[in-house]
């Protein structure tokens, strides 16, 4: 079945780079989303990727997708105190509804 | 100012009664969806609609039902068969199912 997994927490020093990691089991996904979740919110999209695409940069965001390995990242540069917040991966199925893994909550230290 | 708007923020109810979550949208999108999420984990979906007069069940419909008389709202009422009906729901809208989904601010639901 579908399914979409993250490690559920990251610290990192401000200043620092940040990746949080996604794997997927669709391969027939067209798009794959990463949205950000500060708390008490709803959800924020941040980025996406076109299957057929390696990689899509946006400022301080970089997204790296390996399509054999069904492995997305999200890596965010200069981390700042105000990017913390839960990040969740989300692929589309070919039902075009999006299937989120359970968040990876970042933490980032001054 | 274009967005979706989801009323109240905070909702609390009794247990046994229903009660009815506000989802309006002004971005001309053509399908809302609603999702429940539960603390340490991600986002279910309970119900879509991809067009006015027409939804689908999603992952978790039981207990709950909706309406789509207009393309700009989108309401989803919790009943009393939802068994543990306490949890953040979110609202999205989207153009069509091919698109990026865009999120409401969120209910927050205590059953008492």
């Known amino acids: 079945g579908e399914d979409v997994e993250q490690s559920l927490f990251l610290s990192v020093r401000e200043g620092d780079s940040s990746v949080i990691n996604c794997t997927y089991t669709?391969?027939?996904?067209?798009?794959l989303y990463w949205y950000k979740q500060e708390p008490g919110a709803g959800l924020q999209l941040l980025t996406y990727?076109?299957?057929?695409?390696d990689m899509k940069q946006d400022q301080r965001l970089t997204v790296l997708l390996n399509k054999k390995d069904k492995h997305l990242s999200l890596r965010i540069a200069d981390t700042q105190t105000g990017d913390s917040a839960i990040y969740f991966c989300?692929?589309?199925?070919?039902?075009?509804?999006?299937?989120f893994g359970q968040g990876t909550t970042l933490q980032v230290k001054p | 100012d274009g967005g979706i708007t989801q009323s109240p923020k905070y909702l609390f109810r009794k247990e046994g009664q229903n009660v009815t979550l506000s989802c309006e949208q002004n971005?001309?999108?053509?399908?809302m969806y609603w999702y429940r999420q539960d603390p340490g984990q991600g986002l279910r979906l309970i119900y879509y609609?991809?067009?006015?007069?027409?939804?689908q069940k999603g992952d978790i419909a039981e207990g709950y039902s909706v309406s789509r008389e207009k393309k700009e709202s989108f309401p989803l009422t919790v009943t009393s068969a939802q068994k543990n009906p306490t949890a953040f729901y979110l609202c999205?809208?989207?153009?069509?199912?091919?698109?990026?989904?865009?999120f409401g601010p969120g209910t927050r639901l205590t059953v008492l």
């Open positions: 971005l001309n999108h053509d399908a």
């Open positions: 990727i076109f299957s057929n695409m």
């Open positions: 669709d391969s027939s996904s067209t798009y």
């Open positions: 989300a692929e589309r199925s070919n039902t075009g509804k999006l299937i």
């Open positions: 609609s991809q067009i006015v007069n027409d939804f």
């Open positions: 999205a809208s989207s153009y069509g199912t091919s698109g990026g989904q865009f």
